[in-house]
């Protein structure tokens, strides 16, 4: 246990906190309780995204949808449209469905403990803490990765993470105060994110040097541990990139479940390992019967869990024949969900094709 109560080291850090806080969109004045809204749609952008990343999108989005229950009424298009470009487009479905659950059953007012909130789509245990603390300053204990490692090395945690977390979770209970939780909670994040960065921290200025056990080590650097990750597997596909005669191009919906769900896609063959698709194998999968011509190059993008090479096979569509999907004129892409994927292809076809 570092050598300090744990209400003196959660003085000192809201006193770190006040001087240093970080200034971000979402974020209210320390000593002030946030907008619900925002400190929600905030922390689900952050999932898996940078704060940098972040901070256009959620501008945008107040925006355009100042409430939460004028994001209720907006078109699902609309939203998978603002959010491309963030990833992880699973969020952006469950924000919807969640925005329309706070609306209709609760009149657009988020409840106020974290047991209500995980009940809501899209929120999860970190979300709920997240809402509850900085919102409503409910002593919640807020656990992100910054805070997870600020907590490993107060207390020298040298078991690997993720199956080390419900320990790093307890100790960060110990800390946690009933005043001000939400300004702690932004405390301890900022505390990572600034200082206790991943390499090279900068002990010196920390508010917990004197009672972190890890800087009394020597070995805060190298904490928290974690599993080595397993090498991602390469899968192939080949994607169609359809021409009709007045140059609008064809755009297919995905399936809502899955990866990519509900997203505007460049239609392709299926994605898998082995074997690499072959042309006139693929030629059964594609949208229009034609003659197609092969890219030079490829479409590279990394995924959580596999790598994916596209190559890109071009043609032009038969009048009158018919195309499962939808025709875009080019300078409309904008006005549709395509993924970050998915704009790689239209970058790729548009540099090779013409």
């Known amino acids: 246990m570092p050598h300090a109560s744990p209400s003196a080291l959660a003085e000192r850090l809201l006193a ?69 470009g963030l990833g992880y487009y699973a969020r952006a479905r469950n924000l919807h469905k969640c925005a329309q659950r706070v609306a209709e059953w609760r009149d657009g007012v988020f409840p106020d403990d974290e047991d209500a909130l995980r009940q809501l789509p899209g929120i999860g245990d970190y979300t709920a803490a997240a809402i509850a603390a900085i919102a409503f300053g409910r002593p919640a204990v807020v656990m992100d990765g910054n805070i997870e490692r600020v907590i490993a090395r107060m207390f020298a945690v040298v078991e690997a993470l993720p199956a080390v977390k419900p320990k790093l979770k307890a100790l960060a209970g110990r800390l946690t105060p009933v005043d001000r939780p939400g300004d702690y909670a932004q405390a301890a994040m900022d505390l990572g994110a600034t200082v206790c960065t991943p390499r090279q921290p900068a002990c010196v200025l920390c ?11 020597g070995i805060a650097d190298g904490l928290p541990a974690k599993q080595p990750k397993p090498e991602r597997p390469t899968r192939r596909g080949i994607a169609f990139w359809v021409v009709r005669k007045d140059g609008a191009i064809l755009l297919r919906r995905r399936p809502d479940t899955g990866l990519l769900g509900g997203m505007m896609e460049i239609p392709s ?26 890219l030079p190059g490829l479409v590279r993008h990394t995924f959580t869990h596999f790598h994916l090479e596209l190559t890109v096979v071009a043609g032009h569509a038969k009048v009158p024949e018919l195309a499962k999907g939808l025709w875009c004129q080019l300078d409309r892409l904008d006005e549709y969900a395509l993924p970050t994927l998915m704009r790689k292809v239209v970058r790729h076809a548009l540099a090779k094709a013409y």
Do not use: I
């Open 269 to 294: 063959t299926p994605w898998r390992d082995d074997p690499p698709w072959e042309l006139a194998d693929a030629a059964a999968e594609a949208p229009v019967k034609t003659v197609w011509r092969p």
């Open 16 to 84: 770190w906190y006040d001087h240093n806080a970080r200034t971000l969109p979402w974020r209210s004045l320390p000593g002030a309780h946030a907008d619900p809204y925002h400190v929600w749609l905030s922390e689900v952008m952050l999932q898996q995204t940078t704060v940098v990343a972040v901070a256009p999108y959620f501008r945008a989005f107040v925006e355009r949808w100042p409430t939460v229950k004028d994001l209720a009424a907006a078109p699902l298009d609309d939203v998978l449209t603002a959010w491309a």
């Open 207 to 217: 508010p917990w040097r004197d009672a972190c056990e890890g800087c009394r080590q």
